[in-house]
């Protein structure tokens, strides 16, 4: 399983960015889709997560409002839209791919990892 996320960049804050990532899984639309964020010196964090049928968890507090998480199936993608964005909200973007049901999770819980997505939000 390969995750590819991508569309970060520079922005300013009250910006908008989106994230996209593609996986290659065969097993994608019946696997849960997650964000990932992660600041130097800091664990990584949930932002946001998503089941098949496109139901999502609820978002970090730190995002709610402001983020939103998508897929398509057809298409083997997942998205992050990100709006409002606060320069806390600069970090490395992963996306995650867990087998099963969408719960809430850490990142122990992921079966498989992208490689990250850097954000950077300019006050």
């Known amino acids: 399983v390969q995750l590819q996320a991508s569309g970060g960049g520079l922005v300013q804050a009250g910006g908008s960015l989106r994230l996209s990532c593609a996986a290659s899984?065969?097993?994608?639309?019946?696997?849960?889709m997650y964000w990932f964020r992660q600041t130097p010196g800091k664990d990584r964090e949930f932002v946001a997560g998503i089941g098949w049928s496109g139901r999502s968890i609820p978002y970090a507090d730190s995002v709610k409002g402001r983020f939103t998480i998508s897929r398509d199936n057809a298409k083997n993608m997942v998205y992050l839209q990100m709006n409002s964005l606060k320069p806390e909200d600069t970090a490395v973007y992963y996306c995650?791919?867990?087998?099963?049901?969408?719960?809430?999770?850490?990142?122990?819980?992921?079966?498989?990892w992208g490689k990250g997505t850097l954000v950077t939000v300019s006050s």
């Open positions: 995650a791919l867990r087998y099963g049901a969408v719960v809430p999770a850490t990142d122990n819980d992921m079966n498989y």
């Open positions: 899984a065969r097993t994608f639309s019946m696997s849960a």
